[in-house]
């Protein structure tokens, strides 16, 4: 090989050779519990099957996430939105608080959500002026809303209630986005997609260079996963997947830089066959300089939707083939 084919070979092999950066992770343990062998045989789609019924088991509350808090301002124009088949209207008053009530108007049908906010924090009818709000009026009346700062959550009925929405705990003063994406598929779809962590380093090569479960006991999923940041360099975390509730599935890092870090993947059923997978990233470090990443958070969140977006656009297709094979649609069926 000639002197200047060698030293190409030798300079492409360090630059594209892995470089680790961040906090060095303890050696792996691995979990007697943890499946062994390739990724294909350790995605046991009976495995994956149990973990789903065990999650779709677990008390709702009848809640479901509807998007990001922020995206719902006091002084804007009321917002439709559908959840389990429902048409809702929300908007805020303006102290700030949510409401959510169905969006016909009870006088002749009108959508609320072509209306306005008034003085007093109720949605007024675009057709006949007819203002609504807390007191209800007939057998219209609001639903419960909860918002956690991040989230905004509905409460409607078919479930056992609970006083708000089973969530994860959440790191204080995080750096948080959420993207929100529809999906042709049942919210269980989404769920199996995140309980099959074993897809990642394959499905999703751009973002994960490597992947291994350490542990599978206690409905809980342990990895060790190494990000790519950017060329060779990676970053490796260990983290646990979970699901505090039937709609929720919760990636928590555990070690490595940004531990206690929460990814929170919430999936709303609006209709038969089509589901909103809300997804909050909240993101938290304790190194000395995340109060400057804190402070710059406005300018943050751009690109940290873009990476789970990224994420979604191959998650969604996972869903939704899933969703396909399952209803027998596949080739027109």
Request: aromatic letters at 6%.
């Amino acid at each position: 090989m000639k002197p200047l084919a060698r030293a190409r070979r030798a300079l492409a092999t360090t630059l594209t050779r892995p470089i680790p950066i961040g906090r060095p992770l303890p050696p792996k343990e691995r979990a007697a519990a943890a499946p062994r062998g390739p990724d294909w045989v350790q995605a046991d789609p009976d495995r994956i099957d149990a973990a789903l019924a065990r999650a779709l088991a677990l008390p709702g509350g009848g809640w479901y996430a509807v998007d990001a808090s922020r995206t719902l301002r006091a002084g804007a124009t009321p917002r439709r939105v559908v959840v389990a088949g429902r048409e809702l209207v929300l908007w805020r008053g303006p102290d700030g608080a949510p409401h959510a009530a169905p969006d016909a108007c009870p006088h002749m049908g009108a959508s609320l959500s072509g209306g306005r906010v008034d003085a007093e924090g109720r949605v007024v009818c675009p057709w006949h002026g007819l203002a609504l709000g807390e007191r209800g009026f007939r057998d219209w009346a609001c639903v419960p809303v909860h918002d956690d700062g991040v989230l905004l959550h509905v409460q409607l009925g078919g479930e056992p209630a609970l006083p708000a929405p089973p969530l994860p705990p959440r790191p204080a003063r995080p750096v948080d986005a959420v993207i929100r994406k529809i999906a042709r598929c049942e919210p269980e779809d989404v769920i199996a997609n995140r309980l099959d962590p074993w897809h990642g380093a394959h499905f999703h090569p751009y973002s994960f260079a490597a992947l291994e479960v350490l542990d599978t006991t206690d409905d809980v999923l342990t990895l060790r996963v190494a990000y790519r940041v950017a060329g060779p360099l990676q970053m490796t975390v260990d983290a646990t997947f979970h699901c505090p509730g039937p709609r929720t599935i919760v990636m928590t890092i555990i070690d490595g830089d940004g531990a206690g870090s929460v990814v929170e993947t919430h999936a709303t059923p609006l209709e038969p066959g089509r589901t909103a997978v809300v997804e909050a990233t909240l993101a938290t470090s304790d190194r000395a300089g995340f109060a400057v990443a804190r402070a710059l958070a406005p300018l943050l969140r751009p690109a940290i939707r873009a990476a789970a977006s990224r994420l979604w656009v191959d998650d969604v297709a996972y869903a939704e083939r899933r969703y396909a094979l399952r209803t027998q649609r596949v080739g027109g069926q």
